[in-house]
């Protein structure tokens, strides 16, 4: 049980870094080395065009993650009881954003990196 609250505890951790880090890039234009690794970093086409391409859905998923984490954390202890369809709901929004946020992402390295 202990390494479920865990998982909970990263996940809101993960979701609300990616959010903090969707805002950092957003207000001074450069790319993150979370993104995309160093050495790549100066291979970007279009550097602004990638971020508009990019910024968007790492918000979205990063807002996702942190409430599903925020959630599941306070199901876990017992703060909030709901039954156990709603913890599948939780766990498909979370899958659902996931695959968004990667679909994204991949199709943005794609198109501006060579």
């Known amino acids: 049980m202990k390494s479920v609250l865990f998982m909970d505890i990263a996940i809101a951790c993960v979701g609300i870094y990616l959010a903090a880090v969707a805002i950092y890039m957003k207000k001074t234009g450069k790319i993150s080395p979370l993104v995309i690794s160093e050495n790549e970093i100066g291979k970007c086409k279009k550097t602004a065009e990638y971020l508009k391409d990019v910024i968007p ?37 979370f899958l ?9 992402m991949r199709e943005a390295k794609k198109k501006y990196f060579p």
């Open 96 to 104: 659902i954003a996931l695959a968004g946020f990667s679909y994204r």
């Open 57 to 93: 859905p790492m918000f979205l998923f990063g807002m996702v993650a942190a409430a599903v984490g925020v959630f599941a954390v306070l199901c876990d202890t017992g703060v909030v009881t709901v039954g156990r369809m709603w913890g599948l709901m939780e766990l498909f929004v």
